[in-house]
């Protein structure tokens, strides 16, 4: 006769098994939590302007040399994962035509797979505008469809009305963009009297070096505009009046680190575009250069 060996599992050898096995889920469970918070610690640390819920992105018109397709690319290279689109660069990547709302959903699409591929999010639109109602449908309808949440424009003021219902329809934010003295918009005093009684999703693109080209203090433009402001287009210029030009953020007169400090005090959620007007041809060391030091100043501002 073949005899076989039983082993036989007492219940107190059954009790050790199942503790053994329930502490080493427990390491598991614990060391997995571990690493999630890490990495959102280290997210954090790496783009600490996210949890005050800020997108800090780029104004592809930063890149306007270049085609959108290779302007993502750069933006990804400066460890941004916004972008503020504008209308009419070529698209490139092998996509013909421009940015628009004359795209055709099969543009749209490979747009979006594109950016997708980059890891950017096109967040904003602008500065644009239309002279019709059918044209500022279209444009919100495109807008909608890119997932856009923000139109940078300087519309007419007669205009306003009709966007305020606009934005309420599509839940889009128009932000009125103010470009220097002798524009339209360049102070918040207009803005401010241009918008009253609209919507809370009509406000201000406060457009911070333009503020400086204007004579204007951008910290007390924005004390102004508190409330209101729903994107921004930062700069920081070498001098003040309309012959300054982009330097890196924290190194001019635009007084970075109090403009930080507002935007904190305000409460701002949004997104803020680099839009860094010098060097065209090879800027992107600039618009780095400045991310880095924008991220230290909003980790060391209070």
Known sequence: MN???????????????????????????????????SNKSGSSAKNPESKLGWELGSQAYTFRMFTFAEAIKK??????????????????????????PDMDDAKRKAVLEMLKANNVKVVAFGVTGANSEADWVKLFEFCKAMGIHTIT?????????????????????????????????????????????????????????????????????????????????????????????????????????????ELKRQNFKGAISAEYEYNWLSNSADVAASVVNFRNLVTKTN
């Not at 082993?7 to 502490?23: A, D, H, Y």
């Not at 102070?187 to 401010?192: A, S, T």
Request: glycine share 10%; proline share 5%; aromatic share 6%.
């Open 153 to 261: 424009s300087e519309p007419n003021e007669k205009d306003i009305p009709l966007l305020s219902k606009l934005a309420d329809q599509y839940q889009i934010n128009v932000a009125i963009h103010n470009h220097p003295d002798p524009s339209h918009y360049w102070n918040p005093d207009i803005v401010l009297n241009a918008i009253k009684g609209q919507s809370k999703r009509i406000g201000a693109c406060a457009d911070i070096g333009h503020w400086v080209r204007s004579g204007l203090d951008p910290v007390e433009c924005l004390k102004k505009l508190e409330g209101h402001v729903l994107h921004s287009h930062m700069k920081d210029l070498h001098e003040k009046g309309k012959g300054g030009h982009d330097v890196h953020w924290g190194e001019g007169v635009s007084d970075i680190p109090a403009v930080i400090a």
């Open 75 to 100: 933006i990804d290279s400066c460890n941004l994962r916004y972008v503020e689109a504008f209308p009419g660069q070529k698209i490139g990547g092998g996509i013909e035509g421009t940015m628009g």
């Open 3 to 37: 005899f076989k060996t039983q082993t036989i599992t007492t219940p107190k050898s059954m009790n050790l098994t199942r503790k053994i096995f329930s502490g080493l889920c427990l390491l598991l469970i614990l060391g997995a939590c571990k690493s999630m918070n």
